[in-house]
């Protein structure tokens, strides 16, 4: 297989789970706050996905248990901000180091355990086409992350759901004199954002890469942090940024499998790097504005 | 209906309280997942709370680990009180570290007085660089130092790696990702004759006499204080914010570029991976067990710091897995800013609407970027 074939292969499947931190955690900044700790919420999402499908072989009791257990652990974080008004820094903090340290001590017995990931559905005639072939060999939840972005986009720019969502963000003390229930819909917001940081980080111990080992999120809940950013909030930017940062990731290995002689440290801090430029420039144009 | 009223002064029991609440409830969750993991829970808990202070040896370990981590969070504190959220202080750790190594690691093998000084030197000019370019991006461009400074810490990792890997490699280190072994004369001094402690801690303790200085007795420590909790009144009275941006970040990156040197001049004798174990992290939690406060971050030092020998300890009696250390920091930090909202309010049955202050904020985008977020604390008084 010919490198591009081989990103080409991967690279909707190695940006699934940063895409699906990253749009959790958009939500939850388009109602004005910060969670910092999707690492630790992916990296529990993993854990306890990789012990549900290793126990019951079940990839939808796995890939709901990984979600579930980080929806959880984010209305901590929720509990923190909105019930104790505690410090959304802090609070993020700690419910990122809490992920890490609960994941590792639910994984500890199944350490480098594997399970079967999920069969590639293939489109007919299309995935025979080569070098671009592969890209059309997909699993089931990359073929329905696709019309889920959609309409989540959808529902975020075209839904009065999503007008509420931005009204909280933007001017809190508004929507709570319009009668709209701020703290409830913040933790709402919360809770979909765990949910979908412990579906990627699910995905990722179970589908992506089907074996278990400790730290195996590997900075990608970070990389999904640096996204938001990246896409300006915005459902479309954000999915492009995640196969763009999929793709530098997948580029690194490939890259690196054919003896290039980049370092793979400049590839691996290529999307922190990206986001400081692009913290600036946004940060710049909107202090002119 | 009750509800949260705010105090108009800080309860000074509740701070003493809070930590100590926050304390029980954290043993009592990890006993009850200890447990339920199967593991000797009673076993654990000795481990991790008494076999720390147990011996001379093993308590003088745990001044050897407060030490950075003391050093580390008095110079986040100062930043944290002023609303500067500086949570790259692994990175600036990690860069000092790497600053400090350069010259015996360039340096052929470096021996005379003058090799000690300038080596903790460099470590705090390195780290003083790495948060000064945070600093840099958030006041000419305005850009979220909370941001910038994690992506760095994570670029500063890959730094070393590089530097490990690559050309610092030790070249008679059958080839593991260490530099060489530094000389004598690069070496801090030990304190405690018989243990690993050394003067690092007596940097430590320096640097909270200082913090503590700063904030009670200088005006520089008002500007920084008034700064953070009334942001529009500090405009007001002339007092810039960019000043304590770079105050803030300045004097984090000095402390944790420090502490980072003397990591590689201590403990470890040379410059290594495992340099970047999280002490940057785990000084946060520090920061904000110790309140915020110069004398209570030396308590949460040394307190903190027992958890992780004890923990050591724990993996061998309880058989605990390592993160067992993280589980339990981590829910101590939770159940802290949970019991922190009895310093700052009191809870009272009052009809009402309890509101919050109103920022004013700019532009069309989500709040949470505009400098201080909407329901952030302001942390100690």
């Known amino acids: 297989m010919t490198i591009l074939a081989f990103v080409f292969a991967g690279i909707l499947a190695a940006s699934l789970p940063l895409l699906l931190a990253a749009l959790g955690e958009m939500v939850v900044e388009k109602t004005g706050l910060l969670n910092l700790g999707i690492e630790g919420m992916m990296a529990l999402g993993a854990a306890v996905g990789f012990v549900a499908v290793y126990l019951t072989g079940s990839h939808v009791l796995g890939l709901a248990g990984g979600a579930l257990a980080a929806a959880l652990l984010s209305l901590a974080f929720a509990g923190m901000v909105l019930g104790a008004r505690a410090n959304q820094v802090a609070a993020g903090l700690a419910v990122g180091v809490l992920g890490l340290g609960l994941s590792a001590l639910f994984g500890a017995s199944y350490e480098s355990f594997t399970v079967s990931g999920l069969p590639k559905l293939a489109v007919p005639a299309l995935s025979d086409l080569p070098v671009l072939g592969g890209l059309f060999r997909q699993d089931v939840l990359v073929w329905a992350a696709i019309p889920g972005v959609v309409v989540l986009w959808w529902v975020l720019e075209r839904t009065k759901a999503g007008l509420v969502?931005?009204?909280?963000?933007?001017?809190?003390?508004?929507?709570?004199?319009?009668?709209?229930?701020?703290?409830?819909?913040?933790a709402g917001a919360v809770a979909f954002g765990g949910a979908m940081a412990g579906l990627g980080g699910a995905y990722a111990s179970t589908v992506l890469t089907p074996l278990w080992a400790e730290g195996m999120i590997a900075g990608r809940g970070w990389i999904a942090l640096a996204l938001v950013v990246f896409g300006t909030w915005r459902t479309g930017r954000v999915t492009l940024g995640a196969l763009l940062f999929g793709t530098l990731v997948l580029g690194g290995l490939a890259a690196q499998a054919a003896g290039a002689r980049v370092p793979s440290q400049l590839l691996a801090s290529l999307p922190y790097l990206v986001t400081i430029v692009m913290l600036c420039i946004l940060s710049a144009g909107r202090r002119r504005a | 209906m009750v509800r949260l009223m705010r105090r108009d002064r800080a309860s000074r029991s509740a701070m003493v309280a809070a930590p100590l609440l926050a304390l029980g409830a954290a043993v009592l969750v990890s006993l009850i997942l200890f447990a339920a993991l199967g593991k000797p829970a009673g076993v654990a808990l000795h481990a991790l709370l008494i076999r720390p202070f147990a011996s001379w040896y093993s308590f003088s370990e745990v001044l050897l680990k407060a030490a950075p981590l003391m050093l580390i969070a008095q110079g986040l504190a100062i930043g944290f009180r002023a609303n500067v959220f500086n949570i790259g202080a692994e990175g600036q750790f990690v860069m000092g570290a790497v600053a400090a190594s350069a010259l015996p690691v360039l340096g052929g093998d470096p021996s005379g007085p003058w090799v000690m000084p300038l080596m903790l030197g460099a470590g705090m000019a390195g780290g003083l660089a790495w948060a000064g370019l945070a600093a840099f991006a958030r006041d000419r461009f305005g850009a979220s130092e909370i941001l910038v400074t994690l992506m760095q810490s994570l670029i500063a990792v890959q730094v070393l790696n590089?530097?490990?890997?690559?050309?610092?490699?030790?070249?008679?280190?059958?080839?593991?990702?260490?530099?060489?072994?530094?000389?004598?004369?690069?070496?801090?001094?030990?304190?405690?004759?018989?243990?690993?402690?050394?003067?690092?801690?007596?940097?430590?303790?320096?640097?909270?006499?200082?913090?503590?200085?700063?904030?009670?007795?200088?005006?520089?420590?008002?500007?920084?204080?008034?700064?953070?909790?009334?942001?529009?009144?500090?405009?007001?009275?002339?007092?810039?914010?960019?000043?304590?941006?770079?105050?803030?970040?300045?004097?984090?990156?000095?402390?944790?570029?420090?502490a980072g040197a003397g990591e590689v001049m201590g403990?470890?004798?040379?410059?290594?991976?495992?340099?970047?174990?999280?002490?940057?992290?785990?000084?946060?939690?520090?920061?904000?067990?110790?309140?915020?406060?110069?004398?209570?971050?030396?308590?949460?030092?040394?307190?903190?710091?027992?958890?992780?020998?004890?923990?050591?300890?724990?993996?061998?009696?309880?058989?605990?897995?390592?993160?067992?250390?993280?589980?339990?920091?981590?829910?101590?930090?939770?159940?802290?800013?949970v019991a922190f909202v009895l310093v700052r309010y009191r809870i009272a049955r009052m009809p009402g609407p309890a509101t919050r202050a109103a920022t004013p904020r700019r532009g069309g985008r989500p709040r949470t970027f505009d400098g201080p977020v909407p329901s952030a604390a302001d942390g100690g008084p």
Do not use: C
């Not at chain 2, 913090?211 to 200088?218: D, F, K, N, T, Y």
């Open chain 2, 267 to 337: 403990p470890l004798g040379q410059l290594q991976r495992s340099v970047a174990a999280g002490y940057g992290y785990a000084a946060i939690v520090v920061a904000y067990v110790g309140g915020l406060n110069p004398l209570g971050i030396v308590v949460a030092a040394v307190a903190i710091s027992a958890v992780y020998i004890g923990g050591d300890a724990a993996t061998v009696s309880a058989g605990l897995p390592v993160p067992a250390v993280e589980v339990f920091q981590g829910l101590l930090l939770a159940f802290y800013l």
């Open chain 1, 165 to 186: 969502i931005r009204a909280v963000g933007e001017n809190a003390d508004a929507a709570r004199a319009i009668g709209y229930d701020v703290v409830l819909i913040r």
């Open chain 2, 162 to 258: 590089y530097l490990l890997l690559g050309p610092w490699k030790d070249p008679r280190g059958f080839n593991f990702p260490v530099s060489v072994m530094f000389p004598d004369a690069a070496l801090l001094p030990i304190l405690l004759p018989g243990t690993r402690t050394n003067v690092l801690l007596v940097f430590a303790l320096l640097a909270s006499v200082l913090a503590w200085v700063l904030m009670r007795h200088r005006l520089t420590g008002f500007q920084l204080l008034v700064g953070g909790l009334a942001p529009g009144a500090a405009r007001y009275a002339g007092i810039a914010p960019r000043r304590a941006v770079w105050l803030s970040l300045g004097l984090g990156g000095l402390a944790a570029g420090l």
